[in-house]
């Protein structure tokens, strides 16, 4: 057990700073988090079960194969994959800005009075739950199949699990893998619903900034997308 507890602790903290460090992590979540408070802490949850799935395909191939599978093709290609995911993700983000129906609803509590911010899907009745937006199927397959691709395409993530290959034992490697995806699973979701709590919270302030708030994550994403794919045609190396 002793010899576990420093392989489960590296693990963990891989995995947090695996997510927090990939600007493409951070920018597939934005325009599917805005506005959705808490719940947009279970969309960081599905990405994060979606990214342990693919890392633990790439973990199983790298252990299966060692050195016989081209890492750089399978980065390359992958990175390129993720680009074209953050571009429909923006434009998933651009159809919401456009669709949505933002709009303020005033309570009075203990005699002083507030407004909150309610969103609501074009599909969804307005006397459809007021508190919060409703996480659509669209909204949580996309975040698990995000995920999922981040999780198989990239440099990055075949880095992340490169310390469970020099662990001598099975068991090792499998708790070094298990932490990571907790990591992962945990800093996304803190993500994903600190995005939605302070952009539900400072949407209150007017009905248009919500909208505004999805078009520059939107926009964010987009130019992430690209970059994401042109840079290494450029020469450059992603981080």
């Keep these: 057990m002793e010899q576990i507890l420093p392989i489960v602790a590296a693990g963990l903290v891989a995995g947090l700073v695996h997510v927090y460090m990939g ?17 947009a802490a279970w969309l960081g949850v599905r ?10 395909v790439v973990a199983v191939l790298l252990l299966v194969t060692r050195a016989s599978i081209d890492l750089l093709l399978v980065g390359v290609w992958g990175e390129r994959l993720v680009g074209v995911m953050l571009i429909a993700f923006a434009v998933l983000g651009f159809r919401a800005a456009y669709r949505n129906r933002f709009h ?22 307005h006397a459809q739950t007021h508190s919060q937006p409703a996480v659509t199927h669209l909204h949580r397959h996309a975040a698990f199949g995000a995920g999922t691709l981040h ?5 990055a993530h075949v880095m992340g699990v490169l310390p ?16 990571f995806a907790a990591g992962s699973i945990a800093a996304m979701a803190i993500y994903a ?8 919270r400072f949407g209150g302030l007017s009905a248009w900034l919500p909208r505004a708030m999805m078009v ?6 987009l130019l992430v997308g690209v970059g994401w794919i042109v840079a290494p045609l450029m020469g450059y190396e992603l981080p």
């Design 193 to 200: 619903a600190a995005i939605g709590v302070l952009t539900a």
């Design 216 to 221: 520059v994550a939107s926009s964010a994403c």
């Design 47 to 56: 990405w994060g079960i979606g990214h342990s799935l693919g890392v633990l």
């Design 164 to 179: 469970s290959l020099a662990l001598p034992a099975l068991t090792g490697s499998i708790a070094y893998l298990g932490a």
């Design 151 to 155: 999780g198989v395409g990239g440099m």
């Design 104 to 125: 303020l609803h005033e309570h009075s509590h203990d005699g002083s009075t507030h407004a909150h911010l309610h969103v609501h899907d074009a599909s969804d009745a």
């Design 23 to 39: 600007a493409d992590h951070l920018a597939a979540l934005l325009p599917i988090s805005i506005g959705r408070k808490a719940q």
